[in-house]
């Protein structure tokens, strides 16, 4: 298996633009979290799926943020209008029933600059 | 929800000491905590992890001791080596939305000099 992936590697955009994150979990994982990463934060859990339905979006931080995950194999991470306080490193990451004792699979993240 | 403190943020140790990271949790109910390790640029990866019914676990040269009763859990590494440098995260699995979610720490930052 290849792994988590995630779309693009890097993304620099103007503020204002709207931008779309991909993430491709690990086959047969029925969980997935998209978490951001910045140095103040730390890692923050955005929002997480369930078998594709949005369990809990408690993280996410306002309305220009949204996810959306039509599939058992496809999510994606919106933020629109995007700001320059949104720039971080965007990681999604997939586990095979967040039981109690479950690995988190992370993938390689999408960093992303808004100028 | 929960809520999981780290300490410290740094930790610089020369190549060959001992390092020890420090977490606490508030959820009593939480019953996993894994410890992840973040390479510079890199995605955090799972090093070791402990279940709630064990006090400690140990991998080679890394171990996590777990105090329930006081909630909280640590990462030894002995005989560090400079590869060991990397952001390492705690994390405290507990209930979110009905289900166990994990609730990461902030990091500690281990610099290993030779």
């Known amino acids: 298996d290849a792994g988590v992936i995630q779309s693009p590697r890097h993304e620099v955009t103007e503020m204002g633009q709207e931008v779309t994150l991909r993430c491709k979990p690990i086959s047969g994982h029925d969980y997935l979290f998209w978490y951001r990463q910045t140095m103040m934060r730390g890692l923050e859990l955005l929002i997480y799926f369930n078998n594709n339905v949005p369990i809990d979006d408690s993280g996410m931080p306002e309305d220009r943020f949204s996810a959306k995950m039509p599939n058992a194999s496809f999510s994606t991470l919106k933020i629109q209008p995007s700001e320059p306080r949104d720039s971080a490193v965007y990681f999604c990451a997939s586990s095979l029933i967040a039981g109690e004792w479950r690995e988190q699979f992370f993938g390689p993240g999408t960093r992303l600059t808004v100028l | ?114």
Request: glycine share 8%; hydrophobic share 30%.
């Open chain 2, 1 to 114: 929800g929960e809520n999981v403190e780290q300490h410290p943020s740094t930790l610089s140790v020369q190549e060959g000491d001992s390092a020890v990271i420090k977490c606490t949790y508030s959820d009593s109910a939480s019953n996993y905590f894994p410890w992840y390790k973040q390479e510079l640029g890199k995605r955090p990866q799972l090093i070791i992890d402990i279940r709630s019914n064990v006090g400690e676990k140990k991998d080679q040269r890394i171990a996590v001791t777990l105090n329930k009763t006081a909630k909280h859990f640590s990462l030894h590494i002995t005989e560090t080596q400079p590869e060991d440098s990397a952001v390492y995260f705690c994390a405290a699995k507990g209930i979110m939305g009905g289900s166990y979610i994990p609730t990461f720490g902030r990091g500690t930052s281990l610099i290993v000099h030779p």
